[in-house]
């Protein structure tokens, strides 16, 4: 095999399941804001997406690791490749995809959108930081920023020519947000000067665009301590005149790139802004409510970051399963003759339970990522106000999952595609030991998973008095209720079962939630996280099933058959093997067990 990535990295068959057999998006059609769009339209977008990654993004996969970005002269250079792919990827109109056709955006759902995007995600993660950082902060522009931001940077980054970042964490701050010191001063003509450094930025400088759109949080002189006195601003690259252009640069400086075990194809940087008390900036919406408008990308990252965990465990399971298709070696335990031929080691019984235990996480997260895109189309779009405030709830209930779980076992099935290989995995003639490295970095990206465990934890489970909660609940009961073909009567049964223990054990602790012992109760939370997120991928899996079973149900499944099985079988054995690690984390979660905190620091 070629030591380039040249092999599949995505199911298409997988991901038009989810979108028209498991979600309905073709539905979506019906609603004013998608009128113009039907089915055959968005399949024509995922044919383009689909051949798009394979032709621009995968072709320099490779290469985006071996030769990442280096700093020269303060100039950052990258491989021109990169330039180029995102240059198609913007001519066949994804940067505006989601985006009104009044912006000349092609006015797509988000569910079609986001699973656009996976394909580039699969083919090159590295280079689809870009366009991602470019989208989301584009969207925070939208909603809040004046009508002279929007014309003078969104316009442009709809259309390419300015790419964004996000500029949140500094060197002595990291995730305490409410230690940044970056500072800004008001001007006598309402812009803002802007002093500070920001670490860890994506996409931070390159020369691939026209000018670069930072957003960065940083505090208006006399604003309040903490988090509550952080305001948001545009800091470009360089700045823009009335014409639009971009003019002279700004005071932003790279002081140096940080150097990663993976994404090495996206730049990551240090910043300085204002070295030279030049560093000019514009306030977007109030003062004082950067994080509010910041997590507005935020929670689209955090889709995003899930998503593209996933797409790196897909890519790593489907290489690890053509391996395993045609690498022979060894006879099955009943043949003791040696004269015989060694078969594929996917006959071994121990390769197809690695295979197998890769396709429940990646599918699984596959069906999860995709249901929160479309949970967002509902909140935007729904013609029914309470079913957009549902949807609102529950997104906001399982964003935590939405990240952390596929960030945790598509790394997981990562580990899994290396072990299938053996040790041809963990050399660099094969790509899924880049798969695991490049996949690495998601359990720390937009919020680490301990962040997203303590906020799930500490926030999500509690707000609102146990609405979201009781809302998660009620979905699951919908969809065991739907499970009515008698092969899915026992993975029905044991869903309510399980999901009725979990909240049991959530309900006996949140009373615990107090001032004073709040430490003891967040003590567990990555515990109580991974308990929920096997249970949200276990309801995944049934969804699926029903609409698998269905197909089969009415006998048309045709070249769909092997497919379509296939999901049972995956079905079955997350539920029989998978689920059953709930009987570990329960205990633990029920019982507020504290050893860690009672253990002494000086004994670690």
């Known amino acids: 095999m070629a030591s380039e990535n040249t092999g599949k990295t995505l199911s298409r068959q997988d991901i038009d399941f989810n979108l028209f057999e498991v979600l309905d998006v073709g539905a979506l059609s019906q609603r004013s804001l998608y009128a113009e769009h039907d089915r055959e339209i968005f399949g024509a977008v995922l044919d383009t997406a689909e051949s798009l990654a394979g032709s621009h993004f995968q072709s320099f996969y490779r290469k985006s690791d071996t030769e990442e970005p280096v700093l020269n002269n303060g100039r950052v250079e990258t491989p021109p490749e990169l330039a180029a792919a995102l240059a198609a990827f913007t001519e066949a109109g994804f940067m505006a995809a989601h985006a009104p056709q009044e912006e000349g955006g092609q006015q797509l759902p988000v569910s079609v959108v986001q699973a656009a995007y996976s394909f580039f995600q699969a083919a090159n993660i590295g280079a689809s930081i870009y366009y991602f950082l470019t989208v989301s902060a584009g969207n925070v522009i939208r909603a809040f920023g004046n009508a002279e931001q929007k014309a003078r940077f969104l316009e442009p980054m709809l259309e390419g020519r300015f790419l964004g970042t996000m500029c949140l964490s500094e060197p002595q701050a990291g995730s305490g947000l409410a230690d940044i010191r970056s500072r800004a001063t008001a001007q006598p003509d309402g812009s803002y000067r802007l002093k500070g450094n920001k670490m860890w930025i994506s ?98 990252a955090r889709i995003s970051v899930g998503l593209g965990a996933t797409m790196l465990g897909y890519a790593g399971y489907l290489h690890s399963l053509e391996y395993a298709k045609q690498r022979v070696q060894g006879r099955l335990p009943d043949n003791k003759d040696p004269a015989s031929p060694p078969v594929p080691i996917i006959q071994h019984g121990d390769v197809r339970r690695m295979l197998l235990l890769q396709k ?27 079913i957009q405030a549902e949807a609102s709830l529950l997104l906001e209930m399982l964003t935590p999952i939405v990240k952390s779980w596929p960030s945790e076992y598509c790394l997981e099935a990562n580990k899994l595609a290396i072990q299938v290989l053996g040790g041809y995995g963990y050399t660099r003639d094969f790509p899924v030991e880049q798969y695991y490295r490049d996949n690495r970095l998601n359990l720390i990206h937009e919020g680490t998973n301990g962040i997203q465990a303590i906020d799930f934890v500490g926030r999500k489970i509690r707000m609102r008095e146990g609405a979201g909660l009781a809302l998660l609940a009620e979905r699951m009961e919908q969809d065991i209720n739907n499970a009515k073909a008698p092969a899915l009567a026992e993975f029905a049964a044991q869903l309510r079962k399980d999901r009725d223990r979990v909240i049991a054990a959530t309900k006996s602790i949140v009373g615990d939630a107090k001032p004073g012992q709040m430490g003891r109760y967040l003590a567990n939370a990555s515990s109580c996280l991974d308990m929920y997120g096997h249970l949200v991928i276990a309801w995944m899996w049934l969804r699926q099933a029903t609409a698998a079973q269905r197909r089969l149900d009415i006998g048309n499944a045709g070249a769909a058959e092997a497919f379509l099985q296939g999901k049972l079988a995956a079905c079955r054995f997350f539920f029989r093997h998978e689920l059953k690690r709930l009987d570990h984390w329960l205990p633990i979660v029920a019982a507020q067990d504290a050893t860690v905190l009672e253990t002494n620091p000086d004994w670690l």
């Open 360 to 386: 429940c996480y990646v599918e699984g997260a596959l069906a999860l990522g995709l249901y929160a895109a479309y949970l967002v189309d509902e909140e935007r779009t729904s013609p029914d106000a309470g």
């Open 203 to 300: 996409a931070g400088d390159h020369e691939i665009s026209e000018n670069i759109v930072h957003l960065v949080l940083a505090r208006i002189e006399g604003a309040p301590a903490g988090v509550k006195g952080i305001s948001l601003f545009i800091v470009p690259k360089h700045l823009v005149g009335p014409d639009g252009k971009p003019g002279a640069r700004n005071d932003v400086r790279v002081m140096g790139l940080n150097h990663k075990m993976g994404y090495r194809g996206a730049v990551n940087s240090l910043l300085s802004f204002g070295e030279a008390d030049d560093c000019t900036a514009y306030l977007i919406g109030e003062p004082h409510r950067g994080l509010d408008y910041m997590f507005v990308m935020m929670n689209e």
